[in-house]
T-cell receptor
Framework: SQQGEEDPQALSIQEGENATMNCSYKTSINNLQWYRQNSGRGLVHLILIRSNEREKHSGRLRVTLDTSKKSSSLLITASRAADTASYFCATETTPYSGGGADGLTFGKGTHLIIQP | EAEVAQSPRYKITEKSQAVAFWCDPISGHATLYWYRQILGQGPELLVQFQDESVVDDSQLPKDRFSAERLKGVDSTLKIQPAELGDSAMYLC????????????FGPGTRLLVL
């Protein structure tokens, strides 16, 4: 079963505009991660935010986390055509024990299209 | 930059046939994961290895799927017999033993069962 749900399912904007995607999840988490997937390719890790953090930046990316609402958002500023991809949030819920199961639970993704 | 390798990249097979996928994680990564991604969905975990041991295979359909990582390095995922519903992208990922937070994904194997 999938833990996270991204919103919107699809988003089309003009190059240079900002893109915002949201993710909601159901259970308590250790951390939340965002991944990007270009068409037919593997996933690329973008950013990780821990459950005790509220905001994190990486280049043109800004991620927020609201654990009280069980939600996160990913903002891509000054979008480029190369940002066209699917974006997934993923959660890890198992307490880190050094040897336990910690497979990520992914949402269905937001498909982002940047119009040149 | 080190990458997770997977082969083949594409596989077409007929139902009831056997298929196998191979994954070579980033050198030094003790943890290896196999995910299945159906078109339009996010990846779903099938099995997780820590070195050569299975840590979690609760979502692996064991009647037809098997996975092994005999020497704790590369891994093979097998499906026998393949069914039409197995058509999907099979992704392998690896991570450091400590911390295990960031998973690095391979390019995937796209399987089509006819």
């Amino acid at each position: 079963s999938q833990q996270g749900e991204e919103d919107p399912q699809a988003l089309s904007i003009q190059e240079g505009e900002n893109a915002t995607m949201n993710c909601s999840y159901k259970t308590s988490i250790n951390n939340l991660q965002w991944y990007r997937q270009n068409s037919g390719r593997g996933l690329v890790h973008l950013i990780l935010i821990r459950s005790n953090e509220r905001e994190k930046h990486s280049g043109r990316l800004r991620v927020t986390l609201d654990t009280s609402k069980k939600s996160s958002s990913l903002l891509i500023t000054a979008s480029r055509a190369a940002d066209t991809a699917s974006y997934f949030c993923a959660t890890e819920t198992t307490p880190y024990s050094g040897g336990g199961a910690d497979g990520l639970t992914f949402g269905k993704g937001t498909h982002l299209i940047i119009q040149p | 930059e080190a990458e997770v390798a997977q082969s083949p990249r594409y596989k077409i097979t007929e139902k009831s046939q056997a298929v196998a996928f191979w994954c070579d994680p980033i050198s030094g990564h003790a943890t290896l994961y196999w995910y299945r991604q159906i078109l339009g969905q996010g990846p779903e975990l099938l099995v997780q290895f820590q070195d050569e041991s299975v840590v979690d295979d609760s979502q692996l359909p064991k009647d037809r799927f098997s996975a092994e990582r005999l020497k704790g390095v590369d891994s093979t995922l097998k499906i026998q017999p393949a069914e039409l519903g197995d058509s999907a992208m099979y992704l392998c990922a690896s991570s450091l033993a400590t911390p295990k937070e960031t998973q690095y994904f391979g390019p995937g194997t796209r399987l089509l069962v006819l």
